[in-house]
């Protein structure tokens, strides 16, 4: 894994992961395993409120992630959860249901969910 830089455009990596919770091997995998397990519900009631135009439900979902890529250190992917959240927020529609902003989010969002790959425990 690369070394993370956040701010500069590093990708998301184990080391940024070890860096906010610490070198148990046992709880990455498992802080690992949960974030991606949540992923595909997260991921489908964002893109379905922004569908829908649920302002509400979309900035609910977005402080979510917010929240969830935080605790990681997914820093990139929790300032654009922070976006969207502002956008549903303030009901601007036009940015939330912008394909660009959730690209750059789902983009974001891949990177880190292949760096838990690598250690979240296989079933």
């Given at each position: 894994?690369?070394?993370?830089?956040?701010?500069?455009?590093?990708?998301y990596g184990v080391d940024r992961l070890r860096a906010t919770i610490g070198?148990?091997?046992?709880?990455?995998?498992?802080?690992?395993?949960?974030?991606?397990?949540?992923?595909?519900?997260?991921?489908?009631?964002?893109?379905?409120?922004?569908?829908?135009?649920?302002?509400?439900?979309?900035?609910?979902?977005?402080?979510?992630?917010?929240?969830?890529?935080?605790?990681?250190?997914?820093?990139?992917?929790?300032?654009?959860?922070?976006?969207?959240?502002l956008a549903g927020r303030g009901g601007n529609r036009a940015a939330y249901?912008?394909?660009?902003?959730?690209?750059?989010?789902?983009?974001?969002?891949?990177?880190?969910?292949?760096?838990l790959e690598a250690i979240a425990p296989r079933d």
């Amino acid at each position: 894994m690369t070394a993370v830089d956040e701010s500069g455009g590093g990708a998301y990596g184990v080391d940024r992961l070890r860096a906010t919770i610490g070198d148990d091997d046992e709880l990455l995998a498992q802080v690992a395993s949960t974030f991606l397990q949540v992923r595909t519900g997260l991921r489908a009631r964002l893109r379905d409120a922004a569908t829908v135009a649920d302002a509400a439900a979309l900035a609910r979902a977005a402080h979510e992630l917010k929240g969830m890529a935080g605790m990681i250190g997914a820093e990139r992917l929790s300032l654009a959860a922070k976006t969207l959240e502002l956008a549903g927020r303030g009901g601007n529609r036009a940015a939330y249901t912008d394909p660009a902003l959730l690209a750059e989010l789902d983009d974001e969002w891949e990177r880190v969910a292949r760096a838990l790959e690598a250690i979240a425990p296989r079933d």
